[in-house]
Structure formats: C-alpha cells, structure tokens
C-alpha cells in the first residue's frame, strides 16, 4: 500500500508554542504527532521514534497505532538536558521523517535552583513604587547557550542590557502560592554579550500583593515582593557560568508609582530610575518544592484593536470606542507634553447616557495614569495591571485622534481550535462573542470576569463552560494547571473552594455547593474526552474521588443533597437583580442532580483507570442517586417537582429517570415550557449549558432551534441585537433602554452563558466527539430551519475535522474531512441508516429532509414560526389584550393539545365577550394563513 505523507514534527505533553519547547516539567514527556494525508484505506500500524541527545541517537520501533499522547520510549531526561525529537509512521512501509523538533527539560531538583529569593529591604512596600532589582555579570568567552530561569512572588518584567527578554507579560502568572509556584525559562542566547551585562528585574505586585477579591483585601499571600532568578551561560570551551540572585544584587526605585491589576498603574516618566538611589537586598524563605514547570502558554500581548471613533461626551470628556469589548490596555502615542502634565486613561465596558457605564466596575479604578517628562515623543503603556473594556475616556491629551491610541489585548496564547459559521449573522456574531469572552477570562487561568474587583477562578462558571473551552481553543494545558491548583486547595474533608485560587475563604471549610466544587470531577474528565489525556484522570483522580465522597456524605442514606447553602441555578433570569440564586429549580434538585452526575463520572474515570472496586461502588451511588432523584423530584407521569426548564434540562441529558416514558413525557413538557416562555431563555449557569441538548435528544430540535435564534429579551441575540461585542454576564447586563442592570453584580464580559457555542458545534454544524481526543467522531447534523448553511471546523489531536451543510435547489448537501488516525460515525438528516467513513474528505446529498407539520393544534400553531409571528403582530394591533409574545404564549400552555377550534377560547381575556373574541381570533387566523392554501383550508375547518 502507498505511505502516508510524513508526520508532522512532534507535540510534547499539551505544550503548544512554535520553536523549542524550554522548561519542560516531566521527564518523560509523552508525545503526540498528526499525519497530513494518507490514501484510502491506510492505517498507522507501527511507528519510529529517534531521540538525539549530545551524547548519542537512539531509535525505537513501537507496534501501534496511537499517535496522541504516546509514551515517551527512551531513558528520562535529566535537569536541562535538551533533545532532538522526530517521528516516521507505518502501514506496510514508513514514511518519511517529521521534522526534528526540540525539547528542554527544566529543574526538576530543588538543589538545581543555586540561588535564593531575594527582595528589596528599604523600598518596594505594598505603597511604595514598583522596585528594580539589578545585578551585572561578567561572560568571559564566546557563548553558545544562555538560559534564563525566573519566576517570582509578585509579577516581573525582565532586561538584559536594557532589552527585554520576552514579550510575555504578567509573568510567572497566578497560582496557588501556597502550594506551587510557577517558572519560566527563556532563552537568552542571543541578548546576552560577552563582557559586562546588566540583569533588571521589575517587580509588580500583580495577584501576589496587589487587590484581590471584592473585599478589598491586599497583599492576601505575603507583603513582600520577592524574585528567583538564575542566568546559565555555557561557553564555547565547555564550562557554564551560573549567575543567582543572591544578596549581592542591589534594588531600585522604579518610576512606576502604584500598579495594581483592578486600580491600574501610574507611571511617573521623570524618575530615572538607573541613576537613583541604590539600596540593599536580603534573601526570603519561599520553599522550592514548590516550584513547577509551566504547562500551558504564556499571558502576551496576542492582537491590537485601533480605535474606531474619537468623541466628546456629553459633560465634554474625550471619549475612545475600539469596537470590540477586550481585555488588555491602552497604547498611547503623545507628543510635546508638557514636564509634568497628567496623561489619564480611564477604561469601561459600555456607555451609559453617553459617558463611561463605570457601575459594573464596582470599586476597581480601572484607570492608568502617566506623569509626563517632557519629551518629544512617548508611547505610554502599562505593564503590571489589566482591564475588561471597548472604551476609555482620555484626559491630559489635547486634540487627540483615532490614530493616536490603541487597545492592545492581552491573553494566554491560547492556540485556536475551533470554529463556526452560518447564514445568520446574528448566531456568527454570538459565536464571536463566545470566542472573546473566553480569550479575555482565559489569563492564566478562568476568571469569572475582568473588569470589576473581582476576576476570580470561579469553579462553577469553569465547569459548566469547559467542552465549549475545549472546542474553540486547546486548553488543555491551562486547566491542567489549574485543576493541580484546585486540588492544592480542596479541603481534607474533600470540600471544593468556591474558587480556586482559594482568596475568599475564611479559614474553614465553606459549604459544599453542587456544579461549583462539580468542576473537580467534571473538568478533568472533558479534558479526557476532548485531549485523550487519561493521564489527567490519573493525577486528579484523588481529588475527584473526594469531592464524591464529601457531597455522598452530605446527601446521606437518601441519595437526597438538600441541605447547606447552594448557589444554584445562579443567574436564572426570572432571579430578582439582588439575589441571582433564587431561582425557578429547587437547590436541591439541583444538588441531587450533580450529586448523580458527579458518581457516573467517577465511576466512568475508575473504569478508564482499572479500578475495579472503585468502578462498582461509585457506578452503584450513581444509580442509587438516579433512583433518589426520580422518587423526590419526578411524577410517574415524568413531571418534574420544580416545573422548569432547568429542571428537566438536567434530568434529561443526565438521565435520571426511571424509565424512557418518564423521559419522553419530560421532554414534552420541557419543549411546551420553552413555547410557552415565548422562546426566550429562562435558564441560568446550570440549565443554559444542557437545555438545547435536552430538546434535540428528545425530539425538539425545532423549539432547541426557536430558542436559539430568538432576539426578544432574555434571549443569546438579545445583546447582539444591542451591539453587544462580548458575552454578558446576565442576560439583561443592559436594560432594552440602554440602562444598565441595576444588580450590583453586572458584566459585560464573562463567559457562562456562551456554554451553547458548544452545541452549536455539535448539533446545528453536526460534529461530535465520540471517542476521547476525537479519534472517533459522528457527523450528525440538525440542521435549523432558518439558516442555509453551517460549518464547524474542529483541530482535533488527530488533525483537522470539518462538517459543513448547505441547502441548494430543494436538497441538503453535506460535505466532511476526517483526518488520518480517526473515523466517523454519520447519520444524515434524512433519517437514514448510521454508517461509517474512514479519513479524507466526504459528501452526501439528502433529497428529503423532515417536514413541518400542517398546524392541527395550538402547539402546531406556535412551532410554526412564520405564522406565530404573523398572528402575534395582528393580535397586537388588534388589541386583544397581550402585548408580549411571552404573555400570549404563557397564556395558551394549558391549550396547546386542542385543536385550532380552542385558540378563541385560549385567548380570550378575563371579562371579554367570548363571541367577539373569537371571531376576532378567527378573521386574524384565517387572515395569517391566506398566503398559505394549504394550510388555511385546514384552519377554516376547524374555526368554521
């Protein structure tokens, strides 16, 4: 048989960088590796692997067909080795060779680390200016390597001779400090010189020292800034100069004056600090077990937003729009400033009667100042501080222009995996906003929002909106740091923190609450499905496996989780503004619920792993819990205790109910409850991510689709339609009047609610992971009636997978590609039989798709969209008595079985003459379906 074309250079562990990947944390990193192309029928059987180290080549044959995630095949790495790595695959006979590509690993020993913590002993107070810390190395030779290693208590900015040497910012990020501390390592090689070098290293308080929470809390791990750094030089004769920070180094006062990641950052330009006053340093205990390699990407500045308009407000403040709702900061240019002019940029996400909406901000300034030196030309731009915004109000610049000011938007260089597009520009648009919010929450680590005085890690928001992460973006580096923070901080008695980096607990274990400490099972094992990484499960399982035991406890010999505070359907949209827990769906269904879903995953992750035992006890608190479940919260007749969409929503995708006519019946009422809302959304955080899964699995698609692309208020479009550029945190974060919500908790930027973009891949595109890492996929999709087409594009561990549809000429075309290493499983719109394809690229044409039904009953009436519409104008204009389309709807749910002969009698308001009402409701009937013959005849039988 033909090879396959070669492989692509190979991946280590979930590293996603271009060039070397430095500082690698294990010492058998596992590789994984794509094959472009291959011909029909070829299959990976076998591959080779060659390691080049300085000392020798080894090459190993391995009888497989995996290529994600293999094991490592040759002896460990040591401490800084670095190797050459490349791989040739097999059917009958190899390829060729991948490229090499190279790995480094990092200090894997504390003994590695020669130097100590270091900080400045008369400046660099919590209000003091940010401190430099200096020291010059002498390199005698010609130098052949140079490495880097840095991280620090606090965020750090790093020169050499003056030059910086990354452009990652905000480093080494924010993890769990009592517990694992992260360090990067960068190479140097070419910055370093011969001679005299100056290291710099300026120091921000960042998460460490700066604000944190929305109590106001400072300096929550440690009062004292504090750096690590060590320079390793190897030289051209062999031998390597290590240069550590150590209580040689001196410190300085830097011009900047306050930074502070809510507040922001003023810089004072007239303070030079090299020619300052130079003070003493001292070491600092910091334990380096604790030190751990980076797993995911480093925080940079990844995009630049120019300014769109320049404006005067209406109290005559100097307005800036970027037009896209970013997370980051402002670049400035100026010129002929005046010494000591006040340059000041302060930042919102929206506009409230035409000036800064800064009441979502809360008490976080949001606001970067500069004191000018007088130069002639300056670019003025923080470096220790973030903001959540679209506009800024600039003062201290006359005569500022568009060209004169950019946003520049910061983020963890996530790579981009997935993709979607249709004919509504509209759904395109959401998707967008899906796609910004999580590059603007995803820094470091998810965050709930970044523009208030909060910016948490939140481990419900998390949870309930990781398989969208997985699908736009490989994350899996990211989160798995993460979860090792959550882990750090879980309680002895398995209790999951609230939010993790744990800086709102109060010294005892809180409450345990059901989808937020859910993040510790749930997360790990999306990961595993989404990334193929069974390794996760392995590492976090201990974690998980407490968390089950803890809500177990909790629940008791009922299988009921009703007691102790839970948050809930957080944010149902019929929650007043001042409390976002109380919502429809009873706590405690929900709790149970989690309760359930939590042991079948457990049990699921004890199988993957060969824990037998552990598989049967955590399988049977599953079932026991479903079995609980349907007793207290569900009717024979499969009605649901708490009569809401989240309710069955939950039931439904997660399967508790006790058999598949309670289910039914279930999906039935949730699809009626859905008409009846008018379409509009009524879940919060733990319904929104599973009500259009609920309806599409149950045969609802088209009220799933109706939902979707509803614009009326709450709906996903609404805050399209009101030029939203990111997702809200509510689903009315602004009024339809253009005021802002009057809950104190508001943002225009956070990622929960765009959980649906996940579904939009899966079932209006129509692509599915069925096997982990996606090497099994289904291609089945639902297409919607009003969109022409769709497509979703999916970089898969394997390669890249598409699924796209388009309506032509009376038919449905759908075309695929399925990369080498993978195979699918498609099921056609047309009801068709399930069938399966190999890789390469695929097209089928469906000649029938599924028809809508001639309207018999109401509820036919109201799934026919473009006749509900018509009826509820005519009705409006009628003045029948309902002025919403949620009030009309809400008032015919108790009809929607009967036949169109009962809609006069449905609509007929409290007092009004029947007769005169129903030959109004008729004359408006018959007058909607003129157009259609028909479908009128049949609505004049009935009304006749």
């Not at 900061?329 to 400033?337: A, K, M």
């Not at 989404?530 to 968390?547: F, K």
Request: aromatic share 8%.
């Amino acid at each position: 048989m033909p090879t396959s074309s070669s492989p692509t250079p190979p991946r280590f562990e979930h590293r996603t960088e271009l060039g070397p990947i430095l500082g690698i944390g294990t010492e058998r990193p596992r590789l994984s590796w794509t094959v472009p192309t291959a011909p029909a029928g070829w299959l990976q059987r076998r591959y080779e692997i060659e390691i080049e180290r300085a000392d020798r080549l080894d090459r190993f044959e391995v009888a497989s067909n995996d290529q994600v995630l293999v094991p490592w095949p040759g002896r460990p790495l040591i401490s800084r080795e670095s190797a050459r790595v490349r791989v040739r695959v097999a059917d009958d006979q190899y390829s060729g060779w991948s490229e090499w590509a190279t790995v480094e690993a990092g200090l894997f020993d504390p003994a590695d680390w020669r130097g100590s913590f270091i900080t400045p002993t008369e400046i660099g107070g919590l209000d003091d200016a940010a401190p430099i810390l200096l020291s010059n190395v002498d390199l005698a030779g010609r130098i052949v390597r140079a490495r880097l290693y840095v991280t620090a208590l606090g965020t750090y900015q790093a020169t050499i001779n003056g030059r910086a040497i990354s452009d990652q910012v905000l480093a080494p990020g924010w993890t769990s400090y009592d517990h694992r501390l992260r360090y990067h390592v960068y190479d140097v090689t070419g910055i370093v010189e011969a001679g005299a070098n100056e290291l710099g290293f300026t120091l921000g308080n960042g998460w460490y020292r700066g604000r944190l929470g929305f109590e106001g809390r400072r300096a929550i791990y440690g009062d004292r800034l504090a750096l690590l750094a060590q320079l390793e030089v190897t030289l051209a004769d062999g031998s390597v100069q290590i240069h550590a920070t150590n209580d040689s180094w001196c410190a300085l006062s830097s011009g900047v004056v306050a930074d502070d990641l809510y507040d922001g950052q003023t810089t004072d330009l007239r303070i030079e600090a090299r020619t300052g006053r130079r003070h003493a340093v001292e070491s600092v205990d910091y334990p380096k077990e604790r030190l751990v390699a980076a797993e995911g990407p480093v925080v940079r500045p990844v995009q630049e937003a120019p300014a769109l308009k320049v404006w005067t407000s209406p109290s005559g403040r100097t307005l800036v729009d970027f037009g896209q709702n970013i997370v980051g900061w402002v670049r400035l240019r100026t010129s002929g400033l005046a010494a000591g002019t006040t340059v000041t940029i302060r930042h919102a996400e929206v506009l409230e009667d035409g000036e800064l909406g800064v009441r979502p901000l809360r008490t976080a300034k949001a606001t970067d100042s500069y004191v000018m030196d007088g130069g002639p030309d300056r670019i003025l731009e923080p470096a220790f501080t973030l903001h959540g915004f679209r506009f800024a109000e600039v003062t201290g610049v006359p005569h500022l222009t568009a060209a004169d000011i950019t946003a520049i938007v910061v983020a963890s260089d996530l790579r981009r995996t997935g993709w979607f597009e249709s004919s509504n520009t509209l759904l395109d648009r959401l998707h967008e906003n899906v796609v910004w919010s999580m590059r603007g929450n995803f820094i470091d680590l998810p965050t709930d929002c970044p523009q208030r005085d909060e910016r948490l890690g939140w481990t419900g928001d998390a949870q309930v909106f990781a398989p969208t992460a997985f699908s736009l973006f490989d994350t899996a580096g990211l989160l798995s740091s993460w979860l090792a923070d959550l882990a750090a901080e879980q309680w002895p008695d398995g209790t999951v923190p609230y939010v993790v980096p744990d800086v709102i607990g109060a010294g005892s274990p809180p409450s345990p609450t059901a989808a937020w400490g859910d993040a510790s099972t749930i997360i790990p094992w999306t990961m595993f499905e989404r990334s193929g990484d069974s390794g996760i499960l392995e590492r976090q399982y201990p974690s998980m496996r407490r968390w089950v035991d803890r809500i177990a406890a909790a629940a008791g010999d009922r299988h009921v989780w009703d007691q102790g505070f839970q948050f809930g359907d957080w944010l149902d949209p019929a929650a007043p503004p001042d409390d976002p827990a109380r919502a429809m769906t009873d706590p405690a269904l929900v709790a149970t619920a989690y309760l359930a879903r939590s042991a079948h995953v457990l049990a699921a992750t004890a199988a993957q792993l060969g824990y037998a035992e552990d598989h049967a006890r955590y399988a049977r608190l599953a079932d026991e819990t479903r079995a609980a479940f349907s007793r207290r919260f569900v009717t024979a007749d499969g009605r649901m205790e708490s009569d809401s969409p989240t309710a069955y929503a939950v039931a439904i995708v997660w399967d508790l109910f006790a058999d598949e006519s309670q289910r039914s019946a279930a999906g039935r009422r949730l699809a009626d409850l859905v008409r009846a809302g008018g379409f509009r959304i009524s879940t919060g955080f733990v319904g929104t991510p599973v009500i259009c899964d609920a309806l599409t699995s149950t045969g609802h698609a088209q009220v799933a689709h109706r939902l979707l692309l509803q614009t009326g208020c709450p709906s996903w479009l609404y805050p399209v339609t009101m030029g939203a550029t990111s997702m809200w945190e509510r689903w009315d974060s602004m009024l339809p009047d253009g005021t802002i919500n009057p809950g104190e908790m508001t943002s225009f930027n956070h990622f929960a609610l765009g959980a649906v973009a996940d579904w939009l891949h899966r079932s209006v595109a129509g692509l599915v992971p069925l096997a982990p890492g996606y090497r099994r996929i289904r291609i089945e999709p639902v297409p919607p009636a009003d969109l022409d087409f769709a497509s979703t594009t999916h970089r898969t561990p394997y390669g890249d997978a598409r699924v796209a549809w388009r309506r032509n000429d009376g038919r449905l075309l759908v075309t695929a590609h399925i990369p080498v290493g993978a195979e699918a499983d498609v099921k056609l719109p047309d009801g068709s039989r399930l069938f399966t394809v190999a890789h390469g690229d695929h097209e089928w044409a469906v000649d029938r798709e599924p028809g809508d039904p001639t309207p018999a009953t109401i509820r036919d009436l109201v799934d026919d969209a473009p006749n509900w519409s018509v009826l509820l104008r005519e009705l409006s204009l009628a003045g029948i008595g309902f002025d919403t389309e949620t009030k009309v709807a809400g008032r015919l749910l108790a009809f929607f079985d009967q036949p169109l002969t009962e809609l006069a009698q449905a609509l007929a308001p409290e007092g009004a003459t029947l007769p005169d009402t129903r030959a109004r409701v008729r004359e408006i009937t018959l007058r909607v379906t003129a157009k259609m013959p028909d479908r009128s005849a049949v609505l004049e039988g009935t009304l006749g």
